[in-house]
């Protein structure tokens, strides 16, 4: 069974920074496109950014140029750098697969705020 764990979530203001990383038990990242989600209480869960196994990336437009993912295949890790960050950033961030998802982890809390 995999188990997805997202951490490096918290608190911090607008324009500061936060690096999100995420691991899988269970699970072999190398082998397949790896995204970060997000999902507010009210509204669905959103692709954020996307990262083939060539490491081509894709960005939602109101992420792109601020978040960058990454994968490190030797770690089974697949990481998400988030910089100049605003409130409408506050949100739950997920890892998984881009198609043929996983089971969702927990997640991880992201709040910005003055």
């Known amino acids: 069974q995999v188990q997805l ?9 607008p ?3 936060l ?3 995420c691991t899988g ?7 397949w496109p ?15 950014a996307t990262i083939t196994i060539g490491d081509s990336t894709y960005y939602k437009s109101s992420v792109k140029g601020r978040f960058t993912i990454s994968r490190d295949n030797a770690k089974n ?10 409130p409408a ?3 739950v961030y997920y890892c998984n697969k ?12 992201v709040t910005v705020s003055p």
């Open 89 to 91: 950033d506050t949100a």
């Open 19 to 21: 690096t999100l990383s």
């Open 34 to 48: 790896m995204a970060w989600y997000r999902q507010t209480p009210d509204d669905e869960r959103e692709l954020l």
């Open 77 to 86: 890790t697949v990481t998400l750098q988030m910089n100049n960050l605003k």
């Open 15 to 17: 324009g500061g920074s």
């Open 25 to 31: 038990s269970g699970a072999i990242f190398s082998g």
């Open 98 to 109: 881009v198609s043929n998802r996983w089971d969702w982890g927990q997640g991880t809390q």
């Open 5 to 13: 764990v997202e951490s490096g979530g918290g608190t911090v203001q």
